[in-house]
Each structure stands twice: as structure tokens, then as C-alpha cells.
């Protein structure tokens, strides 16, 4: 028992080679910058497009529409997303995984710099200092139409997919297919990420806003993401061997790129899905992933900006509500990094993470005063426990996923067997993300436009019965993998997942050879009886 009890960091930390400590530094380096770049662009967009939607509903004096635009909005951020998932799996095929994702950062980088010019050269500059404190003036804005932000919006969603896909797939490459080292970098990552972004949460709501104005404060997402780029491209190429050349390769060289990003996208799409479906031992991952995610998004990107602007009177507030969810996150990450030799498997984590979401139901009876920050902590403190559950769960279910995928790398050719799957699983939340936001939002508005702006009886629907509904959804698939029975299983289908491929291809070898010696021991017997039998 005391063998097991290396709770410590520098313990954990010397588990992985020079080369691995090394590659995991840099890497988290790289995503901690991405992640307050993001925080920052995410909030100050989502924030900026509910400011402006309200006011032209104002100014124009039509029913405001925001929610069902900020749905909309969202949602096809995330179908954008889709497509640049599912470019991930052939690429990093075919090109290192660190160059890939160093190039995707940059290009994110690159886009979320368009809106700033657009701004800017429509009139909009930095936010007065003598404005008085939740002022709803808004003239320093850009003259432009709002819903310029949404194809805006849309184009960084694909290199956003890119990225968010590719940071899922990468720590097998640096630590290779052991779930131990695999459960330790997921979650020692997912510590640094959500500091990282409970910090960009808060400077955002408390700082950034309030001094330059939701229209100028991510300008440091730009630069961030340069930096983020630059970091990531150090990492070492991770043992990178490009895949076998295709038939295609006697093609033009635009035919050929053209034609055979057509195959490998449906490729990648159809093998996921074999996988996931043909097998009781990854079905149960659809539920336990994908909308265990779109769960968590949703209480960020739909709830939160309600609550804020509905509720409290400003929407920069939600800002602070998503940094106790990171905050959150942060810790559910932690539990996973020192209990990981105890809870071995994702189950009992998940079983968490779904009763965490019950938490919803005090929304639709919570009567707040408006424009008190006070109330936007209190939603933190509530948002924390949810987060708590779901990172517990998704940080190691990410390490099961690495771990068991790694295994079947050998039978797929065009793409990665992790990748077609982690790409499924995340365009398959995306997919329903951008079809339930926008009529989610639409519900909103409507609940909105006939209770003079009171929301409850939609925050009842849309956070209570909702949430339920995926809590029991969860729930269940926790008992489809063999062995998931008990409160804390200690292996799914018997696998033992803390070896390295290689320990285990050199087992297996191993294993064959004295096979072979066996059989012809037992050839050299029957040979000799065979020849004493005909004397």
C-alpha cells in the first residue's frame, strides 16, 4: 500500500523520461498562453455580440433577438470546428503532430486580429475612461453590422477546431500509450490550462473589459497565439514517421490535394464511427465524451451570458461566472493527478461528473438584485462543482481513450485510429451544439419577450430539465463497459493500460517466440516417433 502512496509532484514528475519532462515544459507553456488568449477572445466576442444585438433591438426598437443570434453565432463557431477536426486525423498522418498544431495557433492568431481592424476601421476605438460604471452607451463601437461578427467568428472556429482536436491527440505522442503517464500528463496539462484560464476569466471580466471596452480587449489574443506558435514548434518531432504514400500520389498536385482531402474526410468521419459503434467497448463513449462536453460548453457559452445579462445587467459578468468553472476544472484536474493509482478508470468519475450537473435546478427560483458583481461570484461558487466533475471525468477519460486507441493504431492506413475517433466524438458534440444553440436561444428570447425580460421559466427548461436529462444519459453508459459494475472498477474488460506499446509488442514477442520454440519441440517429437514407428 505505501508503495502506491507517491503523492508528490517531483515523484510524478520523475516518472517520465528527460526527453518527456522536456516535450511536456514546452508543451505546457505553449497551451497556457493559447488558453488566456482564448479565454480572453471568447468572452470579449460572446460579450460584445450580446451588447450590440441588445442595443440595435434598442435603437431600432424591434423584440431583441440576442439569444437566438448569440446561438447562432455559436453555433456555427462550432460546425467550423467540425471541419477542422476532422482535418486533424490525416494530418497528422502525414505531417509532425507540433507542426500541425504550431500552424494551426498561428492561423487562429492571424483571424482574431480581422475583427479588430474591422473596428477599428469602422469608427470604433478604446472605451472612454469617463464613462460611468455599467454604462449602456455603447457609441464607441464600430459602425458596422453586428452580424459581420459571425462569418468573422466562423472562420476562426476552424483553426479553433484544429487546435482544441490536435491537444487531445498529442500527449500520446509525447508519452507514448502508458495510462499511467498518460492520466499524469492530462491532468498535470489540465492544472497548468485552467489556471491559466480561471486567471484570463477574471483579468477579462474585471480588467480587460472595463478598460478598453468588450470591442478592443483581446487585443492580446493576437499576440498570445504568435507566442503560443512559436513555443509549440519546439517541441521535438516525437518520433514522427510519415504514412505510406498513397496511389493518389501520380496525380496533379492540386487534383491530388483537392480529391484526397474529399476521401480522408469521410474516411476519417466513417472510421470513428465504425469504431465507436462497432463495439460495446467504445459505444458507451458518444455519452461519457461528447455530450458530457456539450454539457459543460453549453453552462459556459449559453447559461452563463443569460444569467449575466438577463439576471445581472451586464454581460461582461459572465466572464467571472466561467472563471469559477475553470477554477473548477482545476481542480477536478487535480484530484485525477494525486488519486490516479485509486481511481483507475474513468467510471467513477463520470458517475460524478453527472450528478454535478443537478446543481442547475436552483437557477429558475434564484431572484437576484441587478448590477451586483456580488451575484456573479455566487454563480461561480455554484459553477465550481459542476466543472469539478466534468474535467475529473474528461481528463481521464481522455487518457482511457489515448491509451486504448494507441493499441489499435497498426489497423488503419489513411488515419489515425485516436484521431478518427477523438475527431468523431468532437464533431459529433459540435454537430449537436450548433443545432440545439440557436433554438435554445430563440426559446430564450421568446420566454424573454413575454415575461417583460424574465427568463426563469426558460432557465427551468433549458438548465433543469435539460441537464437532468443528460445527467441520466451519462449515468447509464457508466454501466455499459464490462467490469463497470462496482463504485470503482479497477480495469475495463480486464486490460491492464499502465504498460508501454513497446513493453507490450516486446511481451508479445516474447510470447510468440516461445510458442515457436514449442512447436517445434513438440514437430521434433512427433518426427522422431513417426520415424521409430516405421522401424
Known amino acids: 500500500m505505501t508503495g502506491r502512496m507517491h503523492f508528490s509532484a517531483k515523484a510524478n514528475w520523475m516518472l517520465f523520461t528527460k526527453e518527456e519532462r522536456r516535450n511536456i515544459a514546452i508543451y505546457i507553456l505553449g497551451i497556457m498562453l493559447y488558453k488566456f488568449g482564448l479565454e480572453a477572445f471568447n468572452g470579449s466576442i460572446i460579450a460584445l455580440a450580446t451588447n450590440r444585438y441588445d442595443s440595435d433591438a434598442a435603437r431600432l426598437k424591434v423584440p431583441a433577438k440576442t439569444f437566438e443570434r448569440l446561438g447562432l453565432l455559436q453555433g456555427l463557431n462550432q460546425a467550423c470546428q467540425c471541419v477542422g477536426s476532422i482535418l486533424i486525423a490525416p494530418l497528422i498522418k502525414r505531417f509532425p503532430t507540433k507542426m500541425v498544431l504550431s500552424a494551426a495557433i498561428f492561423v487562429f492568431g492571424l483571424f482574431t486580429a480581422i475583427l479588430l481592424v474591422v473596428d477599428a476601421g469602422s469608427g470604433g476605438h478604446l472605451k472612454p475612461g469617463n464613462l460611468p460604471k455599467n454604462s449602456k452607451n455603447y457609441s464607441y463601437y464600430g459602425r458596422y453590422n453586428t452580424d459581420g461578427i459571425i462569418p468573422i467568428f466562423c472562420v476562426t472556429g476552424i483553426a479553433y477546431g484544429m487546435v482544441e482536436l490536435i491537444r487531445r491527440v498529442i500527449p500520446r505522442d509525447i508519452v507514448g500509450g502508458d495510462v499511467q503517464k498518460l492520466r499524469r500528463m492530462d491532468a498535470m496539462v489540465h492544472i497548468f490550462y485552467e489556471v491559466s484560464g480561471t486567471g484570463a476569466s477574471f483579468c477579462t471580466a474585471l480588467a480587460l473589459i472595463p478598460k478598453f471596452g468588450n470591442n478592443f480587449s483581446f487585443l492580446i489574443s493576437p499576440i498570445l497565439f504568435t507566442f503560443a506558435s512559436i513555443t509549440w514548434f519546439m517541441i521535438s518531432n516525437l518520433n514522427f514517421k510519415s504514412a505510406k504514400s498513397s496511389p493518389l500520389e501520380k496525380q ?11 476521401i480522408l474526410f469521410f474516411e476519417s468521419v466513417w472510421t470513428g464511427a465504425k469504431i465507436i459503434f462497432s463495439s460495446r467497448k467504445f459505444c458507451w463513449l458518444l455519452p461519457g465524451y461528447a455530450i458530457a462536453l456539450y454539457a459543460h460548453r453549453y453552462l459556459e457559452n449559453g447559461i452563463a451570458p443569460a444569467i449575466a445579462q438577463r439576471y445581472l445587467g451586464t454581460s461582461a459578468w459572465s466572464q467571472i461566472m466561467v472563471g469559477g468553472s475553470n477554477f473548477g476544472e482545476l481542480l477536478g484536474a487535480l484530484f485525477v493527478f494525486v488519486f490516479t493509482n485509486f481511481i483507475t478508470t474513468p467510471i467513477p468519475w463520470l458517475r460524478l461528473d ?17 448590477n451586483d458583481v456580488k451575484q456573479a461570484w455566487k454563480v461561480a461558487a455554484t459553477f465550481m462543482p459542476i466543472s469539478f466533475g466534468w474535467a475529473a471525468g ?9 491509451a486504448s486507441l494507441a493499441r489499435m493504431e497498426s489497423r488503419t492506413n489513411n488515419v489515425s485510429a485516436l484521431g478518427a475517433v477523438m475527431a468523431f466524438l468532437y464533431s459529433t458534440y459540435i454537430v449537436i451544439y450548433a443545432i440545439t444553440s440557436p433554438l435554445l436561444g430563440r426559446y430564450i428570447d421568446k420566454v424573454s419577450k413575454r415575461n417583460n425580460g424574465n427568463i426563469s421559466e426558460a432557465f427551468r427548461n433549458i ?8 445527467a441520466v444519459l451519462i449515468l447509464v453508459a457508466t454501466f455499459i463497459p464490462k467490469g463497470a459494475l462496482s463504485f470503482n472498477p479497477d480495469t475495463l474488460y480486464g486490460e491492464r493500460l499502465d504498460k508501454e506499446l513497446d513493453a507490450e509488442s516486446s511481451e508479445d514477442g516474447d510470447e510468440d517466440q516461445k510458442h515457436i520454440e514449442l512447436e517445434k519441440e513438440n514437430s521434433s517429437h512427433v518426427h522422431t516417433y513417426s520415424k521409430e514407428s516405421a522401424t
Open 354 to 370: 453527472a450528478l454535478m450537473l443537478l446543481i442547475v435546478w436552483y437557477i429558475p427560483y434564484w431572484t437576484p438584485p441587478k
Open 252 to 262: 496533379p498536385s492540386y487534383l491530388r490535394a483537392l480529391f484526397l482531402g474529399f
Open 394 to 402: 474528461d481528463v481521464s477519460l481522455a487518457a482511457y481513450i489515448q
Open 463 to 470: 438548465a433543469g430539465v435539460q441537464f437532468t436529462l443528460i
